[in-house]
């Protein structure tokens, strides 16, 4: 009986340790089938997200594939069709803002960023989101602690980390088929060509150095690759004084001059899109720290780099670099915003109560031929009218010389008139923006076409005529703006479109009272532009 249960229980532990090395031979083998799945299931999604990434970068065309087949069974080309699905479905709102062919082109697109602070990283976070497919990204620094209360993206996380792959990650997340060229280097003249190579659909110019700014936007005009270049938004805080216009029309912008003075030296002095403030400010560059006052070179981060800083807030760079996104995103779809050209500050310029200083030639001139102070009234455009020659058509610009002014120096006159019938060519459609010595010289010694071809010349003279036919279409448009329009009554109402003044007491002339005011008001805005308003236009 002892001899059996001996055996009995080695029996059972030989078959215990048996059972357990069967068993921990089965795990191993279950564990090392359930890896090789899953690395062939990872292959199987790089490969789809690979062919995914592909179709993006040529533009969304649909091909005709033959059926591919998963390592885990599933269709390769249905997911391709799932994911593409979903693209659309995020980038849905803009489909429906820009259509189905503008938001294809924006897709299709290729643009280059260079410079990512505060406004080059905003501007390439938004255009990848808005699905821009293929961007490069161009910058030598490194995300840094006080750079983070104005970077699109970059957390603490990043500190240390190129600021081009902080970008890069941040848009792989939104927009994983985006094709995004991460280039970690300082842009040089000498590395302009492989730089913008690929022939770039647009370039963003957000660099703050002045001589890389140049160099960059000069390569961009000689190669006639579309370019819009960001400005100072350091020392302003004003969103609403923020502008996209044409560089020779920047005020207010201490990086703008530099930049259009260092051109002006290569014969470039327009054709080139900023976006800048015309906010007026007191702050500017920091004073130089107590250690660094000695030797301020040895603080130098690259050469031709200054040591001082300005003080930022986060909000302007953002708002900045969405605006350029803005512009960039409707240029690629072909609707285009705005009417570029107009100066800075056109817009409150020309008011109502002293626009009348627009038609001082032309008024002069009627009094002149007929002896009378009231026919000179019948001289004046609608304000309306005036404002819309003044800020869309002419830009603020003289049409003869082309060059910026203000009200007071800039008055409208007809182009062709008769001798002694000057009243009578007064119209909208026939009035043309010019200086106040040309447009006095015009009125004396122009007047006909062939007088205007030997006052003026055939160039400026083709050029007027092309700035008439641009008034003809916007002022067609204004009026499409202002004609009758019907209220839900059926009642016909005209859109209050004439000056107030003519339309108190039903039409009827104005008071005395109201003349009163308008002269003071007159007299008050005069006095204000003789004490400081041309101090805005002063150049370099």
């Known amino acids: 009986m002892e001899l059996n249960s001996s055996f009995l229980s080695r029996y059972l532990l030989t078959g215990l340790v048996a059972g357990t090395a069967v068993g921990t031979v089965i795990g191993y083998a279950i564990a090392s089938l359930t890896r090789r799945k899953s690395k062939r299931i990872a292959i199987d999604d790089a490969s789809a997200a690979l062919e995914r990434a ?16 998963r390592r885990d069974g599933t269709d390769a080309n249905a997911h391709a069709k799932e994911e593409e699905e979903a693209m659309r479905e995020q980038l849905i709102r803009n489909y429906q803002f820009f259509g189905e062919e503008g938001q294809s082109k924006v897709r299709g697109s290729f643009v280059v960023v260079i410079g990512l602070g505060g406004v080059g990283s905003h501007c390439a976070v938004s255009l990848a989101r808005s699905g821009v497919g293929h961007i490069r ?57 492989s730089l913008l190579e690929g022939r770039p659909d647009y370039v963003v110019d957000c660099i703050d150095n002045v001589p890389t700014k140049v160099d960059l936007i000069a390569y961009c005009v000689e190669h006639s690759l579309p370019l819009i270049s960001a400005c100072g938004s350091a020392c302003k805080a ?4 923020l502008r996209i216009d044409d560089i020779e029309n920047t005020v207010e912008d201490d990086l703008a001059r530099a930049v259009r003075v260092r051109l002006r ?11 800048y ?50 512009f960039v995103l409707t240029s690629l779809a072909d609707q285009p915003i705005g009417q570029a050209g107009a100066p800075a500050a056109a817009e409150w310029q020309i008011r109502r109560k002293n626009y009348r200083k627009l038609f001082t030639a032309v008024k002069t001139a009627v009094i002149s031929e007929t002896n009378d102070r009231s026919a000179a009234n019948a001289a004046e455009l609608p304000f309306d009218a005036s404002s819309c020659l003044y800020v869309d058509v002419y830009g603020g610009k003289c049409a003869i010389t082309r060059q910026t002014g203000v009200v007071g120096t800039l008055e409208f006159v007809p182009w062709l008139f008769e001798r002694g019938r000057i009243r009578e060519s007064v119209s909208a459609e026939k009035m043309v923006l010019c200086s106040a010595p040309e ?19 055939p160039e400026t003279t083709q050029h007027v005529q092309q700035l008439i036919d641009k008034a003809r279409d916007a002022l067609s ?11 839900s009554d059926g009642v016909v109402v005209e859109r209050e479109r004439d000056f107030a003044s003519e339309r108190v007491g039903g039409g009827q002339k104005r008071s005395e009272r109201e003349r009163r005011r308008r002269e003071m008001e007159e007299e008050e805005d005069g006095c204000i532009h003789e004490g400081g308003w041309d101090a805005l236009w002063e150049d370099e």
């Open 277 to 326: 403030s015309t906010e007026r400010t007191e702050r500017a560059l920091l004073p130089l720290r107590d250690y660094q006052e000695d030797n301020p070179a040895d603080f130098v981060p690259l050469p031709n780099f200054r040591v001082r800083i300005l003080p930022v807030i986060g909000p302007l760079p953002a708002i900045m670099g969405q605006s350029i996104a803005v």
């Open 439 to 457: 447009a006095r010289r015009h009125l004396s010694e122009g007047g006909t076409d062939d007088r205007n071809q030997q006052l003026w010349g």
């Open 238 to 241: 004003d969103p609403t004084k």
């Open 54 to 69: 592909l179709a993006t970068m040529e533009g969304g065309m649909h091909h005709h594939e033959p059926k591919r087949v």
């Open 137 to 193: 990204i161009v910058d030598f620094d490194r995300v840094s602690l006080s750079s983070l209360n104005r970077h699109a993206c970059a957390t603490r996380r990043e500190v240390g980390l190129s600021k081009t792959e902080a970008i890069r990650r941040c848009i792989h997340a939104i927009s994983p088929h985006t094709k995004v060229d991460a280039r970690e280097t300082l842009f040089e003249l000498s590395q302009a060509e």
């Open 477 to 487: 448009k204004l009026k499409s703006q202002s004609q009758l329009m019907s209220d």
């Open 265 to 275: 030296q290569r014969g470039i002095e327009r054709g080139v899109m900023v976006c």
